[in-house]
């Protein structure tokens, strides 16, 4: 799985759902989706067994894990009690799936107190079938029902994971498993964290925007930065399957 720019670019909607769900008076252009490569896991339909080495998500979480309390305000957090290898699979983000209209109602409607996760776009293959309905416009909402993936925080532009989608039961892309690989090396006591991908003068959006509290060099919550971000590919992200 690689990264590479001309494998995987921004689609930009003519009449983003996203957007749409949000106000349907002025709708503000579309800020762009990640259109992503899929992997393919085969499941019972294809005849393969259990030993299959092509079920790595499916098999479920494999390393040992803890959720921890991190210092410098940023909350709970997840961590590793093992070297991962690049290209390990770590977890797959659980939550309830909405339409975004629904999060956008949901969330409107919460007391202003109560914390509430950051929602995960389906939107991988958002710029293959042109416009989307509201109802064809699916996100995963952690806040009420979610695993361990809930915990992993953000961290702009050097994470040590990246999220791909997965197909296993059906071909319809709308519909797929989000699952979390290394992107390098990760040593034990680590903590795993992933870029959320979040526009944080995007002021908008169903979910306010955190402070981010990593301090990495090429944060982009520093308001007003000179900081040019240089592409990192993942040009040979091997994804390490079972014997």
Known sequence: ??????????FYCKECPLERSKNDDIIEPCKGHLVRRFIKECWWKCGCGKQCGNQVVQHGISCNLQVFMTPGGKGWGLRTLE???KGAFVCEYVGEILTN??????VLKCPSSEEHAYPVLLDADWGSEGVLKDEEALCLDATHYGNVARFINHRCFDSNLVEIPVEVETPD???YHLAFFTSRKVQALEELTWDYG???DDHDHPSKAFTCRYGSKFCRNIKHSSITIPFRPLDHLTIITTS
């Open 1 to 10: 799985m690689n990264r590479d720019p001309q494998k995987h670019c921004h």
């Open 83 to 85: 070297d991962l290898p």
């Open 101 to 106: 209209t629904e999060l956008f109602e949901r």
């Open 173 to 175: 892309h709308h519909y």
């Open 198 to 200: 979040i526009d944080f």
